[in-house]
Every structure is written in structure tokens, then in C-alpha cells.
């Protein structure tokens, strides 16, 4: 079992930054990923970035640019910088754990708020 927790999502103005940090506890597989994922409300869940355990990044075309992922192994954290934030970046973000097989393990959500 793997347990996901994410933290750091807030209220910021358009055009701020947040850094959302995602702490993993368990058995994660060195053979998968990890991801951010994100829900506004009245869409679909969408995918925002991911980082494999050897350090390759993946971002939708939507962030690229303005949000970086990392991690930290050491810690099993994973974090999301998101800057130059927009209003249609507001949403219900989520961390996930892909096993090798599918994104198997999810997180509670954090929640950004972007004010225009």
C-alpha cells in the first residue's frame, strides 16, 4: 500500500506562485512515476506533470513553462511549483503514484484558488 498526501494549495492572485508538495509512505515502485493531476470543477481530471524516478519530466502544454516538478527521494516527496498562475489553473489538484502498471495510488486533493 502507498499513501499520497498532498499540501501547500491556497489562494493566490493571478499571475502568483504556489509550491504544492505531495509526501509518499509505503511501498512505492522505483518502476513507475509520479504525477500531478488536476479537477476544476465540471471537468474531467487532468494531467498536469509527471516525473519518473530517474528524473524525466512530462508536462501538459497547458503548464509548460510556467510549472516545474520535482522530487526529492531521500524525503519520497514530490513537489509542483506552479508560477505565473492563471485563473483556469484554479482547481482540485492531485498527486498520484503510477506502479508501471497504471496510476494505481491517489491522494486526498489540495485545493488552489486563483483571484483575478
Known amino acids: 500500500q502507498v499513501q499520497l498526501v498532498e499540501s501547500g494549495g491556497g489562494l493566490v492572485q493571478a499571475g502568483g506562485s504556489l509550491r504544492l508538495s505531495c509526501a509518499a509512505s509505503?511501498?512505492?515502485?522505483?518502476?513507475?512515476?509520479m504525477g500531478w493531476f488536476r479537477q476544476a470543477p465540471g471537468k474531467e481530471r487532468e494531467f498536469v506533470a509527471t516525473i519518473t524516478w530517474s528524473g524525466g519530466t512530462y508536462y501538459a502544454d497547458s503548464v509548460k513553462g510556467r510549472f516545474t516538478v520535482s522530487s526529492d527521494n531521500a524525503k519520497n516527496t514530490m513537489y509542483l511549483q506552479m508560477n505565473s498562475l492563471k485563473p483556469e489553473d484554479a482547481a482540485v489538484y492531485y498527486c498520484a503514484h503510477h506502479t508501471g502498471a497504471s496510476w494505481e495510488y491517489w491522494g486526498q486533493g489540495t485545493q488552489v484558488t486563483v483571484s483575478s
Open positions: 509505503g511501498r512505492t515502485s522505483s518502476d513507475g512515476a
